[in-house]
């Protein structure tokens, strides 16, 4: 807690959470430049703000970075709280604030504009998020760089390791014995935040593949470091088949569902071959014609089943492919399509990644980028919650990943008409009224 004179000449506090000791550590290691490998869920945003808020409280100017507008919100929510009763101005819209301290800062993110905080002058850049931010080299070297010239400033990196991109550049570069005077670097675990219980954390560890533990929880550094490992390899598909080439072999299909703001992904898979043959992604279109692909995708590979998203729209869509003659295969719950919840998604999603670490499942090549960016984030609880980050998709990996469980349970129940869907779920045979 600090304490500073206010515009009317009164004592205020400004009230920050209590570091424990890592943190206390790591603010008592600052150095001009500064580098933070953690884990989840350690704390490093408290961290950030705690030494943003001091450099701030001190009468100097900071600039806050993030991978995507999204990622600012949080900690622009906290540092105003914190700060309110000594805030002179301030932009929502700008994301910007200035203290009766002569303080102030501006927070950007790089989604929108590349050369974020170009002309500018810091004392402080904070580049939160830094594994997950493209060109991080690039984007230092040729614009945040330069804001510290004039105040001889410095800058923190923080973040959680994300392969061996440029955010392992820094570290690197920062545990240089030559560089030692004026970088810092400081490698920290979730278990080293003692408010993590660390039987959740052991728990965690037997539900996540090991890769992704030691990557995302331990904080290493690790060679293709998404949560799907392999992409090289299997994202290779480079060109959509002919059902000609796959004559006399299990076909299966999956989709899912999207209307405008997200995509729908269709999808192909021939049991035999272990790939996917054919494929579709596509917005904007309202679910009449929707289905009409569906079903043309579906007759033209002369599918033996569809296992489709039942979340949302997909029930009512789930119901009139029924009645069009789909033969929709049961999902875990055995009740036609798949219903994606907190419980069914992380064990679907780790089917994906076995398939490609250890079955070697083809997948097309333009999946690659997104498969690459999807990401396991730590909850308060340790249970993991899979997504993908910021404002990017997540459609491909969970069509894949439905046709992956499709393909590999086709044993389960299908639904070939209404009479037999009603002995699963009654109120599922309502009539919807869909467009």
């Known amino acids: 807690m600090s304490k500073?004179?206010?515009?009317?000449?009164?004592?205020?506090?400004?009230?920050?959470?209590?570091?424990?000791?890592?943190?206390?550590?790591?603010?008592?290691?600052?150095?001009?430049?500064?580098?933070?490998?953690?884990?989840?869920?350690?704390?490093?945003?408290?961290?950030?703000?705690?030494?943003?808020?001091?450099?701030?409280?001190?009468?100097?100017?900071?600039?806050?970075?993030?991978?995507?507008y999204k990622y600012l919100g949080p900690s622009w929510r906290e540092i105003c709280d914190a700060l309110s009763p000594?805030?002179?101005?301030?932009?929502?819209?700008?994301?910007?604030?200035e203290l009766y301290?002569?303080?102030s800062l501006e927070m950007w993110s790089f989604d929108s504009n590349p050369d974020a905080g170009r002309s500018r002058k810091y004392k402080l850049a904070v580049i939160n998020e830094a594994g997950l931010i493209k060109n991080l080299l690039h984007i230092w070297n040729e614009s945040i760089r330069a804001?510290?010239?004039?105040?001889?400033?410095?800058?923190?990196?923080?973040?959680?390791?994300?392969?061996?991109?440029?955010?392992?550049?820094?570290?690197?570069i920062a545990g240089q014995p030559d560089r030692a005077e004026t970088w810092s670097r400081f490698k920290l675990t979730t278990y080293d935040n003692p408010y993590i219980p660390k039987?959740?954390?052991?728990?965690?560890?037997?539900?996540m593949p090991e890769r992704v533990f030691r990557q995302e929880i331990m904080a290493e550094f690790i060679e293709d470091?998404?949560?799907?490992?392999?992409?090289?390899?299997?994202?290779?598909?480079?060109?959509?088949?002919?059902?000609?080439?796959?004559?006399?072999?299990?076909?299966?299909?999956?989709?899912?569902?999207?209307?405008?703001?997200?995509?729908?992904?269709q999808g192909v898979g021939c049991c035999e071959c272990n790939k996917v043959v054919d494929w579709e992604r596509f917005n904007e279109m309202d679910y009449i014609y929707q289905r009409e692909k569906v079903k043309t995708m579906y007759r033209r590979w002369e599918c033996e089943s569809?296992?489709?998203?039942?979340?949302?729209?997909?029930?009512?869509?789930?119901?009139?492919?029924?009645?069009?003659?789909?033969?929709?295969?049961?999902?875990?719950?055995?009740?036609?399509g798949f219903n994606m919840t907190a419980s069914t998604k992380p064990p679907l999603i780790q089917g994906l990644a076995v398939a490609f670490e250890q079955d070697n499942f083809q997948v097309p090549e333009e999946a690659a980028d997104e498969l690459r960016a999807f990401e396991v984030l730590t909850m308060a609880s340790g249970h993991p919650k899979f997504s993908a980050p910021g404002s990017m998709h997540d459609d491909w990996v969970i069509m894949l990943a439905i046709l992956r469980h499709a393909m590999t349970n086709g044993a389960s129940s299908t639904f070939a008409d209404l009479e037999e869907l009603g002995t699963a779920d009654d109120d599922f045979k309502s009539r919807w009224v869909i467009k």
Not at 90 to 97: A, F, G, K, V
Not at 228 to 238: I, N, Q, R, S, W
Not at 250 to 265: F, I
Request: glycine share 12%; hydrophobic share 35%.
């Open 225 to 265: 470091g998404g949560f799907f490992g392999k992409l090289d390899k299997v994202a290779t598909v480079k060109q959509r088949e002919l059902p000609g080439m796959h004559a006399g072999h299990r076909m299966v299909m999956a989709l899912d569902w999207g209307l405008s703001g997200d995509y729908t992904v």
């Open 306 to 336: 569809i296992m489709p998203e039942r979340n949302s729209m997909g029930l009512p869509n789930i119901e009139i492919l029924i009645q069009d003659g789909l033969n929709v295969l049961a999902g875990v719950d055995d009740k036609p």
């Open 147 to 172: 804001t510290l010239a004039d105040l001889r400033g410095g800058s923190i990196f923080s973040g959680t390791p994300k392969g061996l991109n440029d955010f392992y550049k820094l570290y690197q």
């Open 101 to 103: 301290t002569g303080g």
């Open 86 to 97: 000594i805030i002179k101005d301030r932009s929502e819209q700008e994301r910007r604030i």
């Open 199 to 207: 039987e959740e954390l052991e728990d965690l560890k037997k539900e």
């Open 4 to 68: 500073r004179q206010s515009p009317i000449n009164k004592q205020v506090n400004i009230d920050l959470p209590l570091l424990h000791a890592s943190q206390v550590l790591m603010k008592d290691g600052l150095k001009r430049f500064n580098v933070w490998d953690c884990g989840r869920r350690f704390g490093k945003n408290v961290i950030d703000e705690d030494v943003a808020v001091k450099f701030m409280l001190d009468g100097w100017p900071v600039g806050w970075f993030e991978p995507t």
